[in-house]
């Protein structure tokens, strides 16, 4: 039992240690208005990427920018998005940031993980809790004390409270932190106490140990780039990105309505640019329109799946079941300086070569709320919201 122990809270301290709760996107949230034979969506192109506050400079903006669409904090990442991601970082490290970061007071504070690679050596607590996504994860880092430490947290949510992982810190060099984990504890809103974690940190010799590169610290103090003994890279803010912002909010179910309201509401005041429909492979991942029980309505309402904007062409696509899949067609016109007239009337079930059509027809009005290269909103019929993320890179 104690060897079983001691190799658990092992692999369970090399989590905290390579900050690695990646969790998944969480779909669309739901809202009222079952059964609408005909949406009205509204689309218009508002972008906030040119204005992703004053203190990140273009580099670091291209580092966000690589960020927005990357589900599960790099986990889900296509190689294609990894690349771009490493690319950037890789970039950021060539410039010059912030000298010394550990003996600045930038580097002090908490700082949201937004962004890690995955070391080959992942362990099998690693993999488990790689796919929590509603729970955001922390670092805060205090050098500057009489007892200088360096901790990991996982936000369980503001009702129920965290998960607080320590570790005892001290700078070896101007990049490089050492540290070794020495006690955790969970703290949790409804109770007065906190409840410690029971992990023998003394038991663990080496295990317990371990040391942080910091390979670029913004000169603003909001981005940090880092790099681990176990050959992770992470990238960490203080501050995000207005569509960071909404992401998180996605992810967690938390305001979501609030949280769409207050990003358009601050698209409108920095852009005004004309609305365009972008070509692209989109994925839905939020809406506030109930589901019907019938899924080849969701699926011809584009209620579920992917759209495919391309040549003038709109297209929905739904797995449906393995090697079947839904797939609708139409065409767009822009009708207004906001608004496209959308017509959906090819529609068909397919599975390999064959395919079986189906007697549909959709009319949809588009006008855009928000759209850049990276995210999509829209309001429907009887105000639905729609939230998409492109799938298949910028252009």
Not at 165 to 194: C, H, M, N, W, Y
Not at 249 to 255: D, V
Not at 261 to 267: G, K, P, R
Request: glycine share 8%; hydrophobic share 40%; proline share 5%.
């Amino acid at each position: 039992m104690a060897v079983a122990a001691q190799v658990g809270a092992a692999t369970y301290l090399n989590v905290w240690r390579n900050l690695a709760l990646n969790p998944p996107p969480s779909l669309f949230k739901p809202s009222a208005n079952p059964n609408p034979n005909r949406l009205t969506l509204h689309i218009c192109r508002c972008s906030l990427v040119n204005e992703q506050q004053a203190s990140f400079t273009e580099q670091e903006k291209r580092l966000i920018d690589a960020l927005i669409g990357i589900q599960g904090r790099g986990r889900s990442a296509s190689s294609n998005q990894l690349n771009d991601a490493e690319r950037a970082v890789q970039v950021l490290e060539g410039q010059e940031g912030m000298p010394d970061p550990t003996s600045s007071d930038l580097i002090e504070g908490r700082w949201q993980l937004m962004f890690t690679t995955r070391p080959g050596t992942a362990s099998p607590i690693q993999r488990t809790f790689v796919g929590v996504e509603f729970f955001s994860v922390f670092q805060e880092v205090y050098l500057r004390t009489n007892d200088p430490r360096v901790s990991n947290i996982v936000k369980f949510s503001d009702s129920i409270g965290e998960l607080k992982v320590e570790a005892a810190a001290s700078i070896k060099d101007g990049t490089r932190i050492i540290f070794q984990f020495d006690r955790a504890a969970f703290s949790f809103k409804f109770l007065p106490f906190k409840v410690p974690y029971p992990v023998p940190f003394r038991l663990l010799g080496d295990e317990a140990k371990g040391w942080l590169d910091t390979t670029y610290l913004s000169r603003s103090g909001n981005l940090r780039i880092s790099r681990g003994n176990k050959g992770t890279t992470f990238v960490l803010q203080k501050k995000t990105d207005p569509r960071q912002k909404l992401l998180a909010a996605i992810s967690t179910g938390t305001e979501v309505r609030e949280a769409i309201d207050e990003f358009i509401s601050l698209s409108k005041s920095v852009s005004k640019d004309e609305p365009v429909l972008l070509e692209g492979e989109w994925q839905m991942i939020w809406s506030s329109q109930l589901e019907t029980d019938s899924w080849i309505e969701n699926a011809g309402n584009g209620l579920m799946g992917s759209q495919i904007v391309k040549n003038g062409q709109m297209k929905f696509s739904v797995n449906i079941l393995p090697g079947v899949r839904f797939s609708m067609i139409g065409k767009f016109v822009k009708s207004g300086t906001k608004t496209y007239n959308v017509t959906m009337d090819d529609a068909a079930l397919i599975g390999g070569p064959f395919g079986y059509p189906l007697e549909m027809e959709t009319k949809i009005n588009l006008e855009l709320l928000y759209s850049d290269d990276k995210i999509r909103i829209s309001r429907g019929y009887n105000n639905i919201l729609f939230v998409h993320l492109r799938k298949d890179g910028s252009k």
